[in-house]
């Protein structure tokens, strides 16, 4: 069981097929973003145990989209956000490879775009290029992307800058906006 918002409990699916945002990390990002959740847009890419998509509804976003390769992990998902959500807010999950899932949702737009694939994959600069080629970000929106620093370095992208970065131990999350 995990906690979120509201000492929500949540369900997580048993084993390491997924790895939940930690805590820390999950309340330092809702803390960075405070005030501009509600009645958002959010992509939760890389959906994992759906935490922080269900942080998000918590705490009033007006619509959350996940994508999650995993099968098993999207029974756990669904029941979450079901929990959490209310009769105003909508939700949708898309099973599949993310690269592969992306595209259909083309020129959608998202104020908030949370992505944290597995640290060792090489998913990071290939999502970044098609949420730019796909027109996902919206023009006040941002980015926050969760990595090993040993792993990964996030790439200058055209049009985006990074705004901020913060260290919680190995994992870093870096910002980008327009």
Request: glycine letters at 6%.
């Given at each position: 069981?995990l906690?979120?918002?509201?000492?929500r409990?949540?369900?997580?699916?048993?084993?390491?097929?997924?790895?939940?945002?930690?805590?820390r990390?999950r309340?330092?990002?809702?803390?960075?973003?405070?005030?501009?959740?509600?009645?958002?847009?959010?992509?939760?890419?890389?959906?994992?145990?759906?935490?922080?998509?269900?942080?998000?509804?918590?705490?009033?976003?007006?619509l959350?989209?996940?994508?999650?390769?995993?099968?098993?992990?999207?029974?756990?998902?669904?029941?979450?956000?079901?929990?959490?959500?209310?009769s105003?807010?909508?939700?949708?999950l898309?099973q599949?490879?993310v690269?592969?899932?992306?595209?259909?949702?083309?020129?959608?737009?998202?104020?908030?775009?949370y992505f944290?694939?597995?640290?060792?994959?090489?998913?990071y600069?290939?999502?970044?290029?098609a949420?730019?080629?796909y027109?996902?970000?919206?023009r006040?929106?941002?980015?926050?992307?969760?990595?090993?620093p040993k792993l990964?370095?996030?790439?200058q992208i055209p049009?985006?800058?990074?705004?901020?970065?913060k260290?919680?131990?190995?994992?870093t999350v870096s910002?980008?906006?327009y």
């Amino acid at each position: 069981m995990l906690r979120i918002y509201g000492k929500r409990q949540l369900k997580t699916l048993p084993g390491k097929q997924t790895r939940p945002t930690s805590a820390r990390v999950r309340e330092a990002i809702f803390n960075i973003w405070q005030g501009k959740i509600t009645d958002c847009r959010w992509l939760d890419l890389c959906t994992g145990t759906g935490s922080m998509g269900a942080e998000a509804l918590c705490r009033g976003a007006k619509l959350v989209v996940g994508i999650e390769k995993f099968q098993s992990a999207c029974g756990i998902i669904k029941q979450n956000w079901q929990q959490v959500a209310s009769s105003e807010q909508t939700w949708e999950l898309l099973q599949g490879d993310v690269l592969q899932q992306l595209p259909k949702l083309n020129e959608q737009q998202f104020d908030r775009i949370y992505f944290d694939p597995p640290y060792a994959s090489d998913l990071y600069n290939p999502v970044l290029e098609a949420i730019t080629r796909y027109k996902l970000l919206d023009r006040d929106g941002e980015i926050a992307v969760e990595h090993n620093p040993k792993l990964w370095t996030p790439p200058q992208i055209p049009d985006w800058e990074i705004c901020r970065q913060k260290v919680y131990g190995n994992t870093t999350v870096s910002f980008y906006s327009y």
